[in-house]
């Protein structure tokens, strides 16, 4: 198994303290993958097997966004942000190049096509828990009308991707989240930094947790498998705000 269950220390959440429990304990290894994501690496033993993860994370005050965020022309985008141009596995942006321009008008390059792009996603695919069962690319998703927080994210990287607007997934957690889960949402790269948009909850300014980013679904699995197929029989998730110490 490679499990992706670790939040990282950043510029906008510091890890003060975390637990990491593996029931029956074995060996793992620990190793970043091409995206900076922390990763475990073990095999899992024969019968039942129960993993435990506990962190506390203090995260930035939530800020003002500048609307005004310019568009970064492609020449001057820093390497490590190309590829987040690309078509990816899940992010069909070389389908999404008439629907993408329909729905940003005439808005002004930068911060307002991503927002057009995010509020045409949560008006136009409902966002349904438990909807997807296995990850669909942003096509399928654009046809079914709905999907999970993750599927409303990677369509929005798609239709971002189709303007030359570096877009990214990212896994973690989001409080008061209802129901309570590992959550998805998306970043695009406007104004010379990442900047987060959730179009599954528009409306939550709670604190995030970030366990990890990537091109889409593919690279930000919270576990990958190698073996015959075996579900989880149970996941708990609890995300609980503390007042600073």
């Not at 939040?7 to 906008?12: C, E, H, V, Y």
């Not at 999907?147 to 973690?172: E, F, K, N, T, Y």
């Amino acid at each position: 198994m490679v499990l992706m269950l670790r939040p990282r220390s950043g510029a906008r959440q510091w890890v003060m303290g975390e637990e990491y429990r593996l029931t029956p304990s074995v060996p793992a290894v620990e190793v970043n993958d091409s995206f900076g994501n922390l990763c475990q690496r073990l095999v899992a033993p024969v019968g039942e097997f129960a993993i435990y993860t506990s962190a506390d994370v203090r995260v930035e005050a939530l800020t003002p966004v500048d609307s005004d965020a310019p568009f970064v022309q492609v020449p001057m985008l820093p390497s490590e942000v190309l590829e987040f141009l690309l078509p990816s596995r899940y992010c069909e942006s070389d389908r999404f190049g008439d629907l993408a321009t329909e729905i940003v008008g005439q808005s002004q390059p930068g911060y307002a096509p991503v927002v057009a792009i995010a509020d045409w996603v949560t008006r136009n695919i409902r966002n349904t828990p438990g909807s997807s069962t296995y990850p669909v690319s942003a096509t399928e998703v654009n046809k079914r009308g709905e999907g999970v927080c993750s599927d409303l994210a990677q369509i929005s990287i798609a239709l971002c991707r189709a303007l030359c607007i570096p877009a990214r997934l990212v896994v973690g957690y989001l409080h008061a989240l209802e129901p309570m889960d590992i959550h998805a949402w998306f970043e695009a790269y406007v104004g010379g930094e990442w900047c987060t948009f959730d179009p599954s909850s528009p409306q939550a300014k709670h604190p995030r947790i970030a366990i990890a980013h990537g091109r889409d679904s593919a690279d930000v699995a919270i576990y990958n498998q190698f073996g015959p197929l075996l579900l989880p029989t149970a996941m708990t998730v609890t995300v609980e705000k503390r007042d600073a110490p």
